[in-house]
């Protein structure tokens, strides 16, 4: 049957007659204009303090006087080329295939490029790589960052390239008389050319040693494979292969072992042939990947150590314990479930412990998983946690002469940083490479500045046999140098980086096959020559022993990466900062997750307050011998009591003031968890949340659907996903036969876009694709937190309850008030639904009747259409809309002081896309389904004579969705892929019984909950 439960966004909607909701419901605008301040009084209305904006916003539904905003558009002259230069063809973007491996983020994408400008990242689907996240979306931006280094310094003074060389070789070379140990202290190094590199330096100067280290660590992962199968590296898993899941603390959707698993991970999530992978988790905090799982255990960090050796015991030695708690009795049942399975099965952990790992190896090995593949290995994260651990200690001791960093911030981001500090004065050199100023750079002697990913050559192993290249995509933008380019000259090579990487690959890699062809295709694999693994034993007793010691707390805090900030590279990103977190939905914020109950025991709050947006409470955490002040406390439905949770890549030093926010949680970053304890104190925190924006509450049952395997099989389908039914001659009947409104003509293409909210994880790339194809503004906390977001696209995250009608039959509590307050009850567990909405381009839409000036229109093609220049502002679209997905742009985002983002100065606007326009204030803005795509697509078919193909149309957020979730093309194309998923029984459309007829719809979601 249909899931009916009660969904919910926020625990403000669950209170009860909720004044604060109701408006929200029944206003638009929720902040309240001060009319009496210069209405209220003739005498004094010529000298008021209400400002334009306020008496505008009271007025505008006058057209007259809206019409005098539409006056203030700029008009921006642009002069084309004299000589056009014969590889760029104006108005024609070109796509060059290159990688990203920035030690967090490794894929192979396509850059769009635009008269010499990158201003897209797309994923280079050709490739075996080439999905991308929120992240890696928004490195184009980075690349305009005004905060990047101009030039080479040399203590915090900007010097020449040659007196950098200069002085460093000196003592480089001072170092190699002396016998002076010199050590590189680098990120993830995946380059088989920059590490050749570091081996010819090792071989000139002596004693040279590389060690790596990762801001997020899987050191512990590598250690525990190099024990059982002799490679320090990582397995490879395919979820796709996988019939049950299981997660111990693995957040496998978001950056453990260095992502990339949605792709596998969503095509078991399809229900086919009555079957479907199933995902259980087992996890403290709420997780993107938790929020994916069809059941979902809520344990403390030290629950789930114990959690794993129960695992361990209950499969491999065939202990089932006799314990009468809820936890062992989810694990037997878990353990069923995976010898049920068998080698279709997969446990996976993030415990950042050896011993963990290797016990879930052991696992995998024992039902001899077809999911994980220990042969042909990852190669995305190399960190050696105990090699940085004795790289200070020799620091400390005086025996370390010079350290060269890389793509690393230790100074940042080391548990122990000021202890790295304090050592790195004691080495006679100390040099960084960094992109822009940061806490190492300014704690070291030199700083050589490197350019951007897309401004250089380098080539990346990510997978076994898998070779990327990466390539320029511009000309260097500052006085930067690339690392390997200084390692040459160090050596004394006047070879530059480029002929040094085609050498290589033409005599190690290409095997004879054409450079060209490899760099237009930007990847190149080869078989490869030895598969074979070793197979060590291990003596798991001892591991089982060495776990059973770890011993909880009353409160144990852990530390988390967000699917925006990461590690904190991107920092200075504005589309990353502003992207919502999809599980909490606040902007612009770090914050301490905390259980209800457990802030409720220590006395802490959030508060809704009346114009919507939350406040927090403020707490010092202590924990790992450090204390972290006035840390803004955000209450998490799904956070295991007895654990809190901080994310990391906050707290920078250096960074734009807008930018440079929250607490540093790295001092926490070692270690399973810790012992933690807080301390509430004085102040409140204004957080930026969109939880409570755009609120359907009581429409819940139209706006998200979702069903059980169980009743998707078995079960009809108006049980589960029925039609809205309407009253026509005292008969039901369902919507085609019956209309307010005539037909459009179907005549053509017709786009839809179909969305799977089976698949969508939530991950958020298709919502910073969409800012980078259309402009769209960042508008900083303070707009966020007054409700006025310029997201075109947006993930509703919905929480729900799990008293149903039937439960609640069952139970006999149904039409009761008991029933309502079980419905109505914040659960401590909820499950979660992501749900995209962006504007739904009915054929019957809204909006275009009650445009007074034609601004917006329905177009041939089924797109729903603004015309900026015509839009005056009265915002009555906005007001007649359903779905809540048109945007009032209140002020001029762009070339203003007052919202200093990527928009406002000449480096910046490099990225925008002149195939869209930049609006201007006063007007109206909403989804497009990126019309200057699907023009561009018809206008290259016609150009070649031909059909336009199925799947060649694409929007923004179809092209990015690394799940494929998203799906766009001619429903008029009747053996198109969107075609036949809008026939598909999942099929349903948003708020279907108001007879908008939406051209977007979505496939329901279905859980697989079914026990042992």
Not at 344 to 354: L, M, P, R, S
Not at 609 to 627: H, Q, Y
Request: negative net charge.
């Amino acid at each position: 049957m249909a899931s009916n439960k009660k969904y919910w966004k926020s625990v403000e909607e669950l209170k009860e007659n909720s004044s604060i909701v109701e408006k929200l419901k029944q206003k638009e605008f929720v902040e309240d204009i001060p009319t009496d301040q210069f209405l209220g009084d003739k005498d004094t209305l010529d000298s008021s303090s209400t400002s334009r904006r306020d008496f505008l916003k009271y007025v505008g539904f006058s057209t007259a006087v809206a019409s005098l905003a539409a006056c203030e558009g700029p008009v921006t002259k642009s002069i084309p080329f004299v000589i056009k230069p014969d590889d760029i063809t104006p108005g024609v973007a070109e796509y060059f295939a290159t990688t990203i491996a920035d030690g967090i983020d490794f894929a192979n994408v396509l850059v769009k490029v635009r008269e010499g400008r990158p201003i897209k990242i797309e994923p280079n689907k050709e490739s075996l790589n080439g999905s991308t996240n929120a992240r890696v979306q928004a490195s184009v931006l980075s690349l305009y960052d005004n905060n990047r280094l101009k030039g080479p310094k040399a203590k915090s003074e900007t010097i020449s390239w040659n007196k950098f060389d200069t002085e460093i070789l000196a003592k480089l070379n001072e170092l190699k008389e002396n016998g002076e140990k010199i050590v590189f202290l680098t990120g993830t190094c995946a380059s088989p050319s920059t590490s050749s590199l570091v081996k010819k330096f090792s071989e000139q100067y002596g004693n040279v040693e590389h060690v790596v280290y990762d801001a997020i660590s899987e050191s512990a992962a590598l250690d525990a494979m190099k024990e059982m199968y002799g490679k320090r590296t990582l397995p490879d898993y395919d979820f796709s292969k996988a019939e049950v899941i299981v997660s111990v603390g693995a957040d496998f959707l978001g950056d453990w072992q260095g992502g990339g698993f949605s792709a596998g991970y969503a095509k078991g999530r399809i229900p086919k042939n009555g079957k479907m992978s199933q995902h259980i988790q087992l996890e403290s905090n709420m997780s993107l990947t938790g929020a994916n799982a069809d059941k979902r255990v809520m344990i403390k960090p030290s629950q789930q150590v114990n959690a794993l050796i129960k695992l361990y015991q209950a499969i491999v030695s065939g202990v089932a314990t006799r314990e009468m708690s809820p936890l062992n009795t989810a694990i037997q049942d878990i353990a069923k479930q995976i010898k049920a399975a068998g080698s279709n099965a997969i446990v996976v952990t993030g415990i950042q412990d050896k011993n963990a790992q290797l016990l879930a190896l052991q696992i995998n090995k024992a039902i001899q998983s077809k999911v994980i593949d220990v042969a042909n290995t990852r190669n995305v994260r190399h960190g050696d946690d105990a090699k940085v651990a004795q790289l200070i200690t020799d620091m400390k001791a005086g025996k370390i002469g010079a350290v060269i960093m890389h793509n690393t911030n230790p100074v940042y981001s080391l548990p122990n940083a000021k202890e790295f500090t304090e050592a790195l004065k004691k080495t006679k050199l100390s040099v960084s490479f960094a992109m822009s100023d940061n806490e190492t750079t300014n704690a070291s002697q030199y700083v050589g500045a490197i350019p951007h990913y897309l401004e250089t050559w380098s080539d990346v192993l990510i997978k076994k046999g898998q070779y990327s290249l990466t390539q320029p995509t511009i000309h260097k933008l500052f006085d930067t140098r690339q690392f390997q380019e200084t390692l040459l000259k160090w050596i004394g090579s006047d070879e530059s980086f480029y002929d040094y990487l085609k050498g290589t690959w033409s005599s190690n890699i290409l095997g004879g096959k054409s450079w060209n062809q490899a760099l237009h295709d930007g990847t190149f694999s080869v078989s490869a020559a030895n598969n074979e693994i070793l197979d060590n034993d291990v003596d798991i007793s001892a591991v089982g022993a060495a776990l059973s010691k770890i011993k909880g707390s009353d409160l144990e805090l852990t530390v988390y990466t967000k699917a925006g900030i990461g590690d904190g590279q991107q920092a200075n990103n504005p589309w990353l900062q502003e992207l919502p977190d999809p599980i909490t939905r606040t902007t612009w914020d770090n914050y301490l997750l905390v259980s209800r109950i457990d802030a409720e025991r220590l006395g802490l709050e959030n508060r809704t307050v009346d114009n919507g947006a939350l406040n927090g409470d403020m707490v010092n955490i202590t924990a790992n011998g450090v204390t972290v002040e006035n840390v803004p406390v955000y209450i998490q439905p799904g956070q295991a009591p007895g654990s809190i949770a901080l994310a990391l890549g906050y707290g920078e030093k250096g960074l734009q003031k807008e930018m440079s926010i929250g607490v540093n949680a790295f001092p926490f970053a070692n270690g399973i968890f810790h012992n933690a304890s807080i301390e509430k104190v004085l102040g409140e925190h204004e957080f930026a949340c969109v939880q409570l924006q755009h609120t359907i509450m009581g429409r819940e049952g139209e706006i998200t659907k979702e069903t059980t395997l169980a009743d998707f099989v078995s079960k009809p389908k108006d049980e589960w996903n029925s039609p809205p039914k309407f009253s026509l001659d005292h008969q039901e009947v369902t919507q085609d036969k019956v209309d307010l409104w005539e037909k459009f003509d179907d005549l053509g293409t017709k786009f839809n876009l179909s969305i799977d909210l089976a698949t969508c994880t939530g991950c958020a790339a298709c919502v910073i694709a969409c800012h980078a194809e259309n402009n769209v503004p960042v508008v900083g906390k303070h707009e966020i937190r007054v409700s006025r977001d310029m997201h075109w696209m947006r993930i509703d995250r919905y929480y729900s309850s799990d008293m149903t009608v039937e439960k609640g039959k069952e139970e006999g509590i149904f039409g009761t008030g008991d029933f309502f307050k079980a419905q109505t009850q914040p659960t401590d567990a909820p499950e979660v639904s992501f749900q995209p909405v962006m504007c739904q381009h009915c054929n019957h839409a809204p909006c275009e009747t009650v445009c007074p000036v034609a601004a917006t229109s329905h177009g041939l093609q089924g797109q729903n259409q603004m015309a900026y220049n015509r839009c005056v502002g009265t915002r009555y679209c906005a007001n007649n809309c359903p779905y809540r997905v048109r945007r009032f742009n209140w002020f001029k985002y762009f070339d203003n002081n007052e919202f200093d983002f990527n928009m406002n100065n000449d480096l910046g606007r490099m990225v925008l896309n002149p195939d869209v326009v930049v609006r201007s204030r006063g007007v109206m803005e909403k989804c497009s389904m990126c019309i200057q795509m699907t023009q561009l697509t018809i206008l290259n078919a016609k150009k070649e004579g031909r059909a336009v193909a199925d799947g060649e149309f694409q929007t923004a957020c179809s092209n990015a969705c690394p799940t494929d979730a998203i799906v766009f093309g001619d429903v008029n194309n009747k053996v198109s892929k969107v075609a036949q998923l809008e026939k598909d029984d999942r099929s349903f459309k948003l708020l279907d019984f108001v007879g908008t007829k939406p051209n977007v719809f979505y496939q329901l979601k279905v859980k697989n909950t079914k026990e042992a």
